[in-house]
C-alpha cells in the first residue's frame, strides 16, 4: 500500500508576481526633506545673484592717466558698472558730459573715480590777463611744466626789451608739426599786449624760475 505524501509549500517558496504589478520603493524622509532644502536654497541663491546683478549703477571712472592742469577729453573717461552698496564716491554716468573739456585740479590716474571738486577753471587774479603762447622747440624747457609754474619770458628783439615774469595757467602741448609748444601763461595786464606781439614774431623765450624769484 502507497502512501501520499503531501508536498506543502515551504514558507520560503513566493508565488510569482504579475508582471503587471511592479512595487513601489520605499522614500526615506530624510532624503525628501534633504531634496526639499536644497531646492528651497537653490531658489534663494538664485534670488540673490538676480538681486546683486540688478543692484548696480553705472558711475564715471578715469580711462586714462590725466596730470594736473590738463583739459578732460571724452576720451579720458568711461563709464562702468558698480555695486549699489559700493561706499565710494563717484559720479554718475549722467553727469560725464559735465567733465569734458574741464581742466584737472590734480592728477588723476586710470581707474579713479573723478569728481566736480577736481576739475575747473582756475579764476584769473584781477590785474592779470592770460595770453597764449607758440614758442619753439629751443626757446622754452623741455621739463614738465603744471600750472601754477613761475617762468620768466625774455623777449628776443634787438634793444633788448625787459624780462616779464608769468606764471603757467595750462601744461605746454605739442603741436601737430612736433616742433613747437603751445603754452597759456598768465602775466600782468601791462605786459600782456607786449608779451603776444614777441610771441607773435618768434622773439619769445620762456625760462623757468625758482618760485619766489
Known amino acids: 500500500m502507497h502512501q ?4 506543502s509549500a515551504s514558507p520560503q517558496e513566493v508565488a510569482p508576481r504579475p508582471s503587471g504589478v511592479q512595487l513601489r520603493a520605499r522614500r526615506s524622509p530624510a532624503l525628501v526633506a534633504l531634496g526639499a532644502l536644497l531646492v528651497v536654497g537653490g531658489g534663494v541663491g538664485a534670488a540673490a545673484l538676480v ?16 596730470r594736473r592742469g590738463d583739459a578732460l577729453t571724452r576720451d579720458d573717461l568711461a563709464v562702468v558698472e558698480v555695486p549699489g552698496t559700493m561706499t565710494v564716491e ?16 590734480t592728477d588723476l590716474p586710470a581707474g579713479s573715480f573723478p569728481l566736480a571738486r577736481h576739475v ?3 579764476p584769473l587774479p584781477d590785474g592779470e590777463s592770460l595770453v597764449g603762447l607758440r614758442l619753439p622747440l629751443g626757446k622754452l624747457p623741455t621739463a614738465d611744466m603744471p600750472p601754477g609754474t613761475p617762468v620768466r619770458l625774455v623777449g628776443l628783439a634787438e634793444g633788448g626789451s625787459a624780462d616779464t615774469s608769468a ?4 601744461r605746454p602741448t605739442l603741436l ?3 616742433m613747437t609748444y603751445a603754452v597759456d601763461v ?28
Do not use: K
Request: proline share 1%; aromatic share 0%.
Open 167 to 170: 606764471v603757467v595757467a595750462a
Open 186 to 213: 598768465r602775466v600782468a595786464d601791462a605786459e600782456a599786449a607786449t608779451v603776444a606781439r614777441l610771441s607773435a614774431a618768434d622773439l619769445l623765450a620762456l625760462v623757468v624760475v625758482t618760485e619766489g624769484r
Open 120 to 122: 575747473g577753471g582756475q
Open 90 to 105: 563717484a559720479l554718475g554716468a549722467a553727469d560725464l558730459p559735465t567733465l569734458v573739456g574741464q581742466r584737472t585740479l
Open 176 to 178: 601737430d608739426d612736433g
Open 4 to 7: 501520499q505524501t503531501e508536498h
Open 51 to 66: 538681486s546683486l546683478n540688478a543692484d548696480q549703477r553705472a558711475v564715471v571712472v578715469m580711462a586714462s592717466d590725466v
